[in-house]
Structure formats: structure tokens, C-alpha cells
């Protein structure tokens, strides 16, 4: 899952109500009305992630 840093507790407390261990990808907040450049550092970030996740 890819959140933003300000949703992560929300994430965090809904996957402890049902019991899972979220794979979470976190990215700086807001996504939406960001110019390209701020758009792609988050995307940069969240293709990092994605990338970690996969090697395990």
C-alpha cells in the first residue's frame, strides 16, 4: 500500500483492528496539486519503496 506520511497512523490503526501487517509504502503529504517536479520526487520515493519490497 502507498499512503502518505499523514494517513500512516490511519493505515496503521485499521490493518491492527484486523489483524494484519500492512506492507506500507509512505511518500510525503499532499499527492494532489503538486507541480512536476514535486510530483516526482514522490513518485521516485514510492518506486524505492516498491523496488526494497520486491527483493525481500
Do not use: D, S, Y
Not at 502507498?2 to 510525503?28: C, H, M, N, S, Y
Amino acid at each position: 500500500m502507498i499512503a502518505t506520511e499523514t494517513f500512516k497512523p490511519l493505515v496503521l490503526a485499521q490493518a491492527k483492528a484486523r489483524k494484519i501487517e500492512p506492507k506500507l509504502i509512505v511518500v510525503k503529504h499532499p499527492v494532489g496539486g503538486l507541480n512536476a517536479e514535486e510530483l516526482r520526487e514522490r513518485i521516485e520515493t514510492a518506486t524505492k519503496g516498491l523496488l526494497e519490497a520486491t527483493k525481500q
